[in-house]
């Protein structure tokens, strides 16, 4: 039972315009989801986070949506740029306990 | 430089041949984890430690051991390797917590024939 979901195993997007990454979840008691970006050959980097207790959170070129009615929650990259070429993870947190839940992870490619 | 670091990175073995995947951090965390990549599930976690002698079971922790004598230091053993966990594994820690922001070493690529 996948409890954190990515439906999208890739997307393709032209550089300068704006990445959409979804991530669907079903366990509402999460609080606390993450993104991590991961180059081949390279171990998973954390990219940016976000509280239950928000809707959004930005840094940089980078923000998370979290949409807890409908228990979705969206990464976007705005303008994408082709070093942003990875996988994207996203995760969610158990509360009281210290388990992370990662997605199966979306394959993102900037061409120019 | 602040790092995690496994060792070996590739790694081809038999069917029950016991072999330990070595995990080092450098940034003096307290929180370490284990976790294997497979194609269309993820990352699923293995085990994890909240602290020197202290460890738990993640999501799927059959055919795994880990031990944490050292806060530095956290191995993962696999004492009777099957097939089955041929994949790629990922160590990773973290100030204190696991929904923290965590460190990712670079992988070890296991084959188990």
């Known amino acids: 039972d996948q409890q954190v979901k990515q439906n999208s195993p890739s997307l393709s997007v032209q550089e300068g315009r704006i990445s959409i990454l979804n991530c669907d979840y079903t366990?509402?008691?999460?609080?606390?989801f993450l993104w991590y970006k991961k180059y081949p050959a390279e171990g998973p980097t954390f990219l940016i986070s976000i509280s239950s207790i928000k809707d959004k959170n930005e840094d940089g070129r980078f923000t998370v949506f979290l949409n807890k009615s409908a228990k979705h929650l969206s990464l976007h990259i705005v303008p994408s740029q082709p070093g942003d070429s990875a996988v994207y993870f996203c995760?969610?947190?158990?509360?009281?306990?210290?388990?992370?839940?990662f997605g199966t992870g979306t394959r993102l490619q900037v061409f120019p | 430089e602040a790092q995690v670091t496994q060792n070996p990175r590739y790694l081809i073995t038999v069917t029950g041949k016991k072999l330990t995947v070595t995990c080092s951090q450098n940034?003096?965390?307290?929180?370490m984890s284990w976790y294997r990549q497979d194609p269309g599930l993820g990352l699923r976690q293995i085990y994890y430690s909240m602290n020197v002698e202290v460890t738990d079971k993640g999501d799927v922790p059959e055919g795994y051991k880990v031990s944490r004598k050292e806060k530095r230091n956290f191995p993962l053993i696999l004492e009777s390797p099957s097939p089955n966990q041929t994949s790629l594994y990922f160590c990773?820690?973290?100030?204190?917590?696991?929904?923290?922001?965590?460190?990712f070493g670079s992988g070890t690529q296991l084959s188990v024939l």
């Open positions: 995760a969610a947190s158990v509360p009281t306990t210290d388990k992370l839940i």
């Open positions: 366990n509402s008691m999460f609080d606390y």
């Open positions: 940034m003096n965390h307290e929180y």
């Open positions: 990773a820690s973290s100030l204190s917590r696991g929904r923290e922001k965590l460190f």
